[in-house]
């Protein structure tokens, strides 16, 4: 039997199309989490406050930017306001998805929010570049994110209930450097990407002596602005020439 996309229209089952095209992704995702993961016990959560925080959270740039920030007590405030500067490239990935699922009841927009990434949205987008009615697109989304939603949950908590176990001196933060980097180095398909990138790594590093990680919410802010700025003068540079 044929199952229907959320637009009412009869469509084929595309998640396992997702699926497939995530599965690349999902090796780094896995080392990633248990690095998260053991970097939450690490500085001082118990296993079910880590345990809750990836689960509610579900951003490992977000979750790890935050640790330092409870390890010295830093204020709520700046802890919250940490992660949202952290998380604020999903603004743009929401503007960018909304034209494609409008039609959806704001429940299922809510959890299709919660369970996005940044490589599953650029994954999707690249198999949908233009909204419309596309039948299957739907089917195709939860093929990318479920998987990576489960796969990000399983390692991470794994990793939790390892933190006591694990030795420091296995380099997990290295490695987690490199698989963090291999899920992002793909993502850079554009020249606003790349400046982007550039600008907030070299910001990180000469902003890296400020006090409670400031550095890293100058380094976000600097590139996205940065990216946004070259991207609308790409913009521009189109209109003319068309």
């Known amino acids: 039997m044929s199952r229907k996309d959320a637009i009412g229209l009869p469509g084929p089952p595309l998640w ?8 690349p992704l999902l090796l780094g995702l896995a080392a990633w989490a248990v690095v998260v993961g053991v970097t939450m016990v690490k500085s001082g959560l118990t296993a079910a406050q880590a345990s809750g ?7 490992g740039s977000a979750q790890l930017a935050s640790l330092p920030l409870i390890a010295l007590h830093a204020p709520m405030w700046l802890i919250v306001l940490t992660g949202l500067v952290v998380n604020l490239r999903f603004v743009i990935f929401s503007a960018l ?3 494609h699922f409008a039609h959806l009841h704001w429940r299922r927009r809510l959890l299709l929010s919660y369970i ?16 419309g009615m596309d039948p299957g697109q739907l089917s195709y989304l939860k093929g ?11 390692f991470c908590i794994a990793g939790v209930l390892l933190g006591s176990v694990i030795p420091a001196s296995w380099g997990l933060d290295f490695a987690g450097t490199v698989a963090l980097l291999c899920m992002t ?12 990138v550039a600008v907030a790594g070299g910001v990180a590093v000469l902003a890296f002596a400020l006090p409670y990680k400031l550095g890293l919410l100058l380094a976000v802010v ?3 602005l ?6 609308a003068n790409n913009d521009k540079r189109k209109e003319r020439h068309a």
């Open 53 to 59: 925080m990836t689960l509610l959270v579900y951003a």
């Open 144 to 154: 990318l994110l479920y998987s990576n939603w489960i796969i990000w949950q399983v």
């Open 16 to 23: 396992r199309e997702g699926l497939r095209d995530g599965m």
């Open 226 to 231: 940065v990216a946004m700025a070259v991207q």
């Open 222 to 224: 600097a590139g996205m």
């Open 97 to 99: 998805l909304a034209p």
């Open 116 to 131: 996005a990434g940044d490589g599953t949205i650029a994954l999707y987008l690249q198999r949908f570049p233009a909204p």
């Open 185 to 196: 180095v793909p993502m850079i398909t554009s020249n606003a990407a790349l400046c982007g």
